[in-house]
């Protein structure tokens, strides 16, 4: 099954620098790449994800690169914020052949981003 | 939009007791899944249903757990009986194609 290792554990950061946390995933029909955001006491939720289609996206301070050949996915988050301490996942997962249904979500170690004011 | 709903928030239970969680999906989505996350550690997949019907549930860690989803809509995750190796954070999602929307988890105690 699909194993995904995630790096590091614990990230701390000043105000306005840049964060990266590092996936690699052990699956090569793993197609779809979502990041989790998650707060103290609050739910997981989707920040930006990538497809195996694409190398790279990005959606205003957060992007996301996605290297098929080494099998590896990177979240980029520039011009911190303290506001951006969290914990974030990173995930994998692969649809169906037609596209049209994903399956189950193996997820990362998880990272604890700190980002002083 | 109501979002996924789980019940309760938290539960403290001694070992050997029951416990039921409760997760109500967004309205719509035929695809459920039950997660959790032990100390600290990655979120793992315990099992996916499609409607009333158990799609994959490779991730059940043992018999003591039993999930049903009766007619479709809403699901319950019992623990029967439970150890102290169940404690962790239960994480229950509803999904529409790619995105997956994640209640805000019941933080199991077992004593």
């Not at chain 1, 989790?36 to 289609?53: A, C, F, H």
């Not at chain 2, 459920?32 to 099992?47: C, D």
């Amino acid at each position: 099954g699909e194993n995904v290792e995630q790096h590091p554990s614990t990230l701390s950061v000043q105000e306005g620098d840049s964060a990266v946390i590092k996936c690699t995933y052990s699956d090569s029909a793993s197609n779809y790449f979502p990041w989790y955001k998650q707060e103290l006491g609050k739910r997981p939720q989707l920040i930006i994800d990538i497809r195996s289609n694409v190398g790279e996206k990005k959606d205003q301070r957060i992007a996301v690169t996605l290297n098929k050949t080494a099998k590896h996915f990177s979240l980029h988050i520039t011009e911190t914020q303290p506001e951006d301490s969290a914990v974030y996942f990173c995930a994998a997962s692969r649809s169906n052949a037609g596209g049209t249904s994903y399956g189950k979500l193996t997820f990362g170690q998880g990272t604890i981003l700190t980002v002083h004011p | 939009e109501a979002g996924v709903t789980q019940f309760p928030s938290h539960s403290v239970i001694e070992k050997g007791q029951t416990v039921t969680l409760r997760c109500d999906p967004i309205s719509g989505h035929d695809n459920l899944y039950w997660y959790r996350r032990v100390m600290g550690k990655e979120i793992k997949f315990l099992l996916h249903f499609v409607k009333e019907s158990k799609q994959d549930e490779s991730g059940m860690p043992n018999n003591r757990f039993l999930a049903e989803r009766t007619g479709g809509t809403y699901s319950t995750l019992k623990v029967q009986p439970a150890e102290l190796e169940d404690s962790g954070v239960y994480f229950c999602a509803s999904q529409l194609g790619s995105e997956a929307f994640f209640g805000q988890g019941t933080r199991l105690t077992v004593v």
